[in-house]
């Protein structure tokens, strides 16, 4: 969890404006290592995978359900 968001963002300003966006592979790099660093901390993978799919179902339903409806008027 970011506890200071405005250092956080300062931080990003500053590494964006280093180098810019990050290129793909090394983004592949960064997420394959944050995630063995989970495993690793015992985080992922959950015990059980469709944990919480009902919220996922019902949140795209309605967010479907939104981009119907708006893009009709």
């Known amino acids: 969890m970011i506890k200071?968001?405005?250092l956080f963002r300062e931080f990003e300003d500053y590494f964006m404006?280093?180098?810019g966006p990050l290129p793909r592979q090394q983004s592949f790099r960064i997420f394959?290592?944050?995630?063995?660093e989970a495993v690793a901390m015992g985080?992922?993978?959950t015990q059980d995978p469709l944990e919480g799919i009902e919220v996922d179902l019902r949140i795209?339903?309605?967010?479907?359900?939104?981009?119907k409806t708006?893009?009709?008027g």
């Open 32 to 36: 394959a290592s944050l995630w063995q």
């Open 4 to 6: 200071n968001p405005n």
């Open 17 to 19: 404006g280093e180098s």
């Open 70 to 72: 708006s893009s009709s």
């Open 43 to 45: 985080v992922l993978p």
């Open 60 to 67: 795209a339903r309605i967010l479907n359900a939104c981009s």
